[in-house]
């Protein structure tokens, strides 16, 4: 049997990692196909077709039966004139093409509006979005580096790449614009961060948002109109819901931003902290057997991309049995320690 008969294009639509490389989604999955596309070059033709599907706008008309239509029609011809049957036939059918015409049009225009609505909101705005456990490296338009965690969005409009929506937890190196001092905005739900050039990091989780200033200077604005001025070292949370704003040092013990390098990296911290950056990047509940299970410290580096390497090594620095079932991980004693 022929095995490249099986890349046709049906293939394609139903391949979750192929739509990510059309869409340009997911920079590993782009590197896969775009391997796999020097190699077999005789399916480049079915690859584009397939591409073009993927990208395109689907627009499927759907107009109404022939019983709505006479139901319609029964409503609005006495409106129009055309109650009394005994008028001048050709009058009649004049004044129903008219009626009919100019029913046509007001349905092609509110239809040509709608789509060029969808068109707008299609082309427009930029979005990047990764799965749970995806870390991905992005440069913006104006050369600003993103590096995006497990379970997070950015998303700006094409004419205004500077002004980046954040959900989920993301790490920005700001390109400075000497010439025109072009400010660079991330918005959360909580707060604005206002940027000239500088390394900073954003975590909107918990239904707060962390920012942490490695180098430079940014401004952070509220919605009560309120600006906050960072320095270097610094930690802001802020969340609208408990109206609580939180200034502290950056220190070793301060988690943020350990997941860029693909491996976590701590320095004595519990493994509750530990757990929980498991929750919010792969979307687990974590459970304990025990409360002083959640105390436990842990230092060193872990890989945070593979989840069943992530859980194997958090058992062995911890001594603990770490059980994956669904969505839940059950932290319990290990009977060998």
Same mark, same amino acid.
């Given at each position: 049997?022929?095995?490249?008969?099986?890349?046709?294009?049906?293939?394609?639509?139903?391949?979750?990692?192929?739509?990510?490389?059309?869409?340009?989604?997911?920079?590993?999955?782009?590197?896969?196909?775009?391997?796999?596309?020097?190699?077999?070059?005789?399916?480049?033709?079915?690859?584009?077709?397939?591409?073009? &599907?993927?990208?395109?706008?689907?627009?499927?008309? /759907?107009?109404?039966?022939?019983?709505?239509?006479?139901?319609?029609?029964?409503? &609005?011809?006495?409106?129009?004139?055309?109650?009394?049957?005994?008028?001048?036939?050709?009058?009649?059918?004049?004044?129903?093409?008219?009626?009919?015409?100019?029913?046509?049009?007001?349905?092609?225009? +509110?239809?040509?509006?709608?789509?060029?609505?969808?068109?707008?909101?299609?082309?427009?705005?930029?979005?990047?979005?990764?799965?749970?456990?995806?870390? +991905?490296?992005?440069?913006?338009?104006?050369?600003?580096?993103?590096?995006?965690?497990?379970?997070?969005?950015?998303?700006?409009?094409?004419?205004?790449?500077?002004?980046?929506?954040?959900?989920?937890?993301?790490?920005?190196?700001?390109?400075?614009?000497?010439?025109?001092?072009?400010?660079?905005?991330?918005?959360?739900?909580?707060?604005?961060?206002?940027?000239?050039?500088? /390394?900073?990091?954003?975590?909107?989780?918990?239904?707060?948002?962390?920012?942490?200033?490695?180098?430079?200077?940014?401004?952070?604005?509220?919605?009560?109109?309120?600006?906050?001025?960072?320095?270097?070292?610094?930690?802001?949370?802020?969340?609208?819901?408990?109206?609580?704003?939180?200034?502290?040092?950056?220190?070793?013990?301060?988690?943020?931003?350990?997941?860029?390098?693909?491996?976590?990296?701590?320095?004595?911290?519990?493994?509750?902290?530990?757990?929980?950056?498991?929750?919010?990047?792969?979307?687990?509940?974590?459970?304990?057997?025990?409360?002083?299970?959640?105390?436990?410290?842990?230092?060193?580096?872990?890989?945070?991309?593979?989840?069943?390497?992530?859980?194997?090594?958090?058992?062995?620095?911890?001594?603990?049995?770490?059980?994956?079932?669904?969505?839940?991980?059950?932290?319990?004693?290990?009977? +060998?320690?």
């Amino acid at each position: 049997m022929n095995n490249s008969n099986k890349f046709d294009l049906q293939y394609f639509l139903t391949d979750s990692s192929f739509k990510n490389w059309a869409k340009g989604l997911n920079k590993n999955d782009i590197d896969y196909w775009n391997n796999w596309l020097q190699n077999n070059p005789q399916h480049i033709e079915t690859v584009e077709n397939a591409k073009s &599907i993927v990208v395109g706008i689907k627009f499927k008309p /759907q107009f109404p039966n022939n019983e709505k239509v006479d139901q319609e029609l029964s409503k &609005i011809l006495p409106k129009i004139g055309l109650k009394n049957s005994t008028k001048n036939p050709f009058t009649k059918i004049q004044s129903l093409n008219k009626a009919i015409y100019f029913s046509a049009a007001a349905v092609v225009l +509110i239809l040509l509006s709608w789509t060029s609505l969808s068109l707008l909101n299609v082309h427009n705005t930029t979005t990047h979005q990764t799965n749970f456990g995806e870390i +991905i490296d992005l440069k913006l338009p104006d050369g600003t580096s993103v590096v995006l965690n497990g379970n997070s969005e950015i998303s700006y409009e094409k004419d205004n790449p500077r002004f980046i929506n954040l959900k989920g937890e993301a790490y920005f190196r700001v390109k400075s614009i000497p010439s025109t001092n072009a400010k660079f905005w991330v918005i959360t739900n909580d707060l604005k961060v206002e940027v000239l050039g500088t /390394q900073f990091h954003v975590n909107t989780r918990e239904q707060k948002t962390n920012v942490v200033l490695d180098e430079g200077s940014i401004h952070l604005e509220f919605k009560n109109g309120d600006v906050t001025k960072m320095i270097p070292g610094e930690m802001v949370s802020f969340s609208n819901k408990s109206n609580e704003l939180i200034h502290k040092k950056v220190t070793v013990e301060t988690p943020y931003a350990l997941w860029r390098g693909g491996t976590y990296s701590f320095n004595e911290i519990p493994l509750k902290e530990v757990m929980f950056n498991l929750e919010l990047t792969y979307g687990l509940e974590v459970r304990y057997s025990s409360n002083h299970l959640k105390d436990i410290p842990i230092s060193g580096g872990i890989p945070n991309q593979n989840l069943k390497i992530c859980i194997a090594a958090i058992e062995k620095a911890t001594g603990t049995r770490i059980i994956n079932k669904g969505n839940i991980l059950q932290v319990q004693e290990n009977p +060998i320690y």
